[in-house]
């Protein structure tokens, strides 16, 4: 079970459980489901609460409803469509890769921009493709997050994103934001609290305007979670992911992928 952090925080938490109970909207199998997904009652309630100004538990009910209606419009989490997503192929073009655990059970993904073709991307699959995708991609992150949730009987402390732009180019740093921002965007509206924090590292000074995109349709909250570093960042994921050896094995994994 996923615990409040204030008793301000369990009191909002009791009265959004209140409104959906009366509501009964999450009591059939879309909703069971989808609390399920998100890795329990509390643990979900506690993500979409958080992620609203000052607990709002109007906002936070309705955030939820427009997730679920979101879930039952694209089928998500139902066997054919995440088959249906690995069979569209968009997996192949994907630069992005799961890399293991933080020393703390926070989930990293690993980005290797220079690897994007964004263009391609649009060329071979459409948008109904992609979207199905990365809506996949999500849920395998919250099927990881419910592992370490089980492990450590407690709530996930979320993803670590690592960017890496090394040798990325203007043409492939500009389609690659526009990319991320639709990516982010999605995950800010229907995956809520998902990110502990995102580390951009060899970026280059063109980032300036790439980060302009980014940030546009990112809010002020998820901002803040970004580190940008012009190098390797050496010092900050030695401390993230537990010393030189357990990084040098992050990045084997995601070469291998």
């Not at 909207?25 to 489901?33: K, L, T």
């Not at 060329?123 to 493709?129: G, L, S, V």
């Not at 993230?240 to 094995?249: I, K, N, P, T, V």
Request: net charge neutral.
């Amino acid at each position: 079970m996923m615990e409040a952090s204030s008793l301000e925080e369990s009191a909002a938490l009791d009265r959004l459980r209140s409104r959906l109970l009366s509501s009964g909207e999450f009591s059939n199998a879309p909703g069971r489901q989808m609390l399920a997904a998100y890795g329990g009652v509390d643990l979900c309630l506690l993500r979409f609460l958080r992620a609203q100004r000052d607990l709002d538990v109007r906002a936070a009910h309705a955030k939820l409803s427009a997730t679920l209606a979101f879930r039952v419009q694209n089928g998500v989490g139902a066997p054919e469509s995440m088959a249906t997503a690995h069979r569209d192929g968009v997996g192949d073009w994907w630069c992005g890769t799961f890399a293991g655990r933080t020393e703390d059970g926070c989930p990293v993904t690993y980005w290797r921009f220079r690897c994007i073709e964004a263009e391609q991307l649009q060329q071979r699959f459409d948008e109904a493709q992609l979207k199905r995708f990365y809506i996949a991609w999500m849920e395998r992150g919250l099927a990881v997050q419910r592992e370490v949730v089980a492990e450590r009987a407690a709530g996930c402390p979320g993803n670590v994103d690592i960017y890496d732009l090394e040798g990325v180019g203007w043409r492939q740093l500009s389609s690659g934001a526009r990319l991320l921002s639709g990516v982010l965007s999605v995950a800010q509206e229907h995956y809520p609290e998902n990110l502990k924090q995102a580390i951009v590292v060899n970026a280059p000074a063109t980032f300036t305007a790439a980060w302009r995109v980014i940030s546009a349709v990112v809010d002020k909250k998820t901002q803040e979670k970004f580190v940008i570093r012009r190098d390797g960042a050496d010092q900050v994921l030695g401390t993230l992911l537990g010393g030189g050896s357990r990084r040098a094995a992050v990045w084997s994994h995601a070469d291998l992928q």
